[in-house]
Every structure is written in C-alpha cells, then in structure tokens.
C-alpha cells in the first residue's frame, strides 16, 4: 500500500508508491557511461588542449604525468557572472536581481575515461579537498549567501561533456529549498531542543533497515521520504551546518564513502545517469546546532510526470527499505576501511 512520508530533515513531503514500480533488480539499466579513451583530442579538459579552456584558477600538483590531479577553471557559459551587481534592481511589482555570482568548473581528472567509482585514493583525495576549498574561498566572497557543489554524470542528468567534472555555483540569495530547510531544522529545534539530523541518524542507526553503511563519522542511508528510486544520502555525525565546516577527517573519508556508495549504486542498477549534489546551510541564515551538510546522489531511474511537477510531490515507485536491501547486498571491490553497519 502507498504511504504519504515526511522528512524528518527538511518537512520535505513524498508519496512511496512501490506497487507502482519493480522488484529491485528490476530497476537494471543499459549503461548510461559513453565510450570514451583516455584522452580525446577534442575535449576541452584533457590535457593539452588548455588554449580551449579559461584560465587555469586552481590546480591540484600531482607526482606523475601530467602533473596535476585536479583543475579548476570559470565556466565558459556561466548560469551568474561576478560582474553583476548583487543589488536589487528598481523596485517593481516583479522583483529582479542582476545576475551576480560565481560558476566555476572542477575537472577532477586529467584522464577522459576516469569516474568517480574508480578514483584511486590520492584522486579521490584531491577531488574532495578541491570541492571543499572552492566552497570554502566563495563562501567568503562579497555578496554571495550560498553555495552549491553538483556533479551531473551522464547526459540524462545534465551533463554536456563525459570527462569528469563537477561544478560550483555560488548565488547572491539563499534559495527557497535552502531557506525553507532552514526555517524548518530552526522550528525543530525550537520545539524539541533537539537537532533534527541527530535524531534522524539516530532512529536510522538504530532501525538500520534503510542503512547502506556506516562508518566512524558518516551514515549512508537510502531516506526514509527518498523522492525516487535508490536515492542515497550520506550524512556526517558532527554537527556543521555547511560543508565549510567540514573536518581534515570528514574530508578524509569521505572520498572512500562516496567511491563505494557510488560503486554499489552502478552495480544494483547499471551505471545509471544521476546527480550528486553536496547540500549545505545558507551562509548567514543557519542554526549550526539545528543542521548538518550531506551529500545527496540522485540516479535518473524515474522521471517525474504531470502530478510531480504540478503538486511538487514525488512519487517514488520503489520502497526504500528494499533499495537498502539491494545496494547492502552489492559486492563491491573496494580496498579502503570501511565501518560495518551500525546495529
């Protein structure tokens, strides 16, 4: 039967519908991952081809060919530019706001076939303290209220290049998601005393049915309100409302946590497209004891339909306990320290 369920985290409402889908193994997909060789002489982000690409803005050194792990460069075709005037426009009945902020690329690899599930440590390394040095240096800009670090991977999430890069956006105003987040954890820990992500780690800990794997300072779940199939939220037990804050330790490990929360979601369902986004507090409107940063990752198995986008509540057509189930019984070839599951 059908359950309306609400996320515990962020009042967020979905409707699990798993009579609507398939058994887990039925979610298999035809690989989303393009052929591609080491290097592409057309591609803008392997090596040699800088004449195609801005200006080098950051670059991770490497000990091996061709010496770097990870750039960082603008956006070509940015969504915000830093040019425009944080300001708000004249005052009309319909508000406007230039254009202000910051688009920036992260090319996590020289290599054109590279991928998130087969990074080495030093390359996961690299990539993770990347994501958090970047966000760290725009939260401190004038003007900016978020941040926001996504990685698309496959075309049908929104890719437009198959090297593996992920992006960063900073924006002049606090989104509604991120203010509404905020607003709710700040209404829950008023009523209770309570951060609401503890508690919710907690009771997932404990319940550990939706738990994939949990480690010394993260637990990996499949959400008990997920919007679609086999959605993974990896969430630290610390408390830091933004990924600015995150610890040498968290950084640490998450690079391992991902690669293998990401390798056992293309082993269950087949190297599906998905978006993995890294969600964080606002910069001037948070509780840091209300809330804590997380990494989200979306695959592309479901595509919302008239009622979603019309009601703005998910339908997931699959069960979550049952997800958990499928990506736990993963066998994955990792050689990094992993915690067993909590009990």
């Known amino acids: ?103 920036e690329v992260i090319i996590e690899s020289p290599r054109h076939d590279a991928d998130l599930a087969t990074f080495d440590e030093a390359e996961l390394h690299a990539v993770v303290h990347t994501c958090h040095r970047r966000f760290v240096d725009l939260a401190k800009r004038p003007g900016v209220e978020a941040v926001f670090v996504f990685r698309n991977r496959g075309r049908r999430a929104g890719a437009s290049l198959v090297h593996p890069h992920s992006q960063v956006i900073a924006t002049a105003i606090a989104t509604p998601k991120v203010t509404a987040r905020a607003q709710w954890t700040r209404d829950r820990y008023a009523q209770t005393g309570c951060c609401p992500v503890c508690d919710e780690l907690e009771r997932e800990a404990t319940d550990g049915r939706r738990t994939v794997e949990a480690t010394r300072r993260f637990l990996v779940t499949v959400p008990f309100a997920a919007g679609s199939p086999f959605e993974l939220r990896i969430t630290p037990f610390r408390h830091a409302a933004t990924f600015a804050e995150a610890g040498p330790e968290e950084l640490a490990e998450l690079g391992p946590v991902l690669r293998r929360a990401v390798s056992r979601l293309e082993r269950a369902t087949g190297e599906p497209a998905y978006n993995l986004m890294i969600e964080s507090a606002g910069l001037r409107d948070r509780v840091p004891a209300s809330d804590h940063w997380s990494v989200r990752i979306v695959p592309d198995l479901a595509r ?20 958990a189930a499928a990506l736990r019984a993963t066998d994955i070839a990792d050689g990094s320290e992993a915690a067993g599951r909590l009990s």
């Open 1 to 103: 039967m059908s359950e309306y369920r609400q996320d515990a985290t962020t009042g967020a409402w979905v409707i699990v519908a798993p009579e609507r889908g398939r058994r887990p193994s039925d979610w298999l997909v035809d690989g989303n991952r393009e052929p591609a060789g080491d290097t592409d002489r057309a591609c803008p982000f392997c090596p040699g081809n800088e004449r195609l690409i801005p200006p080098v803005l950051d670059e991770t050194p490497a000990d091996r060919s061709p010496g770097w792990y990870t750039r960082v460069i603008a956006n070509k075709h940015p969504a915000l530019r830093p040019q425009g005037d944080p300001a708000p426009m004249p005052a009309t009945v319909q508000t406007r706001l230039a254009g202000f902020g910051y688009h």
């Open 304 to 323: 919302p339909g008239g009622f979603e986008l019309g009601s703005g509540l998910p339908i997931n057509p699959s069960s979550p306990e049952d997800d």
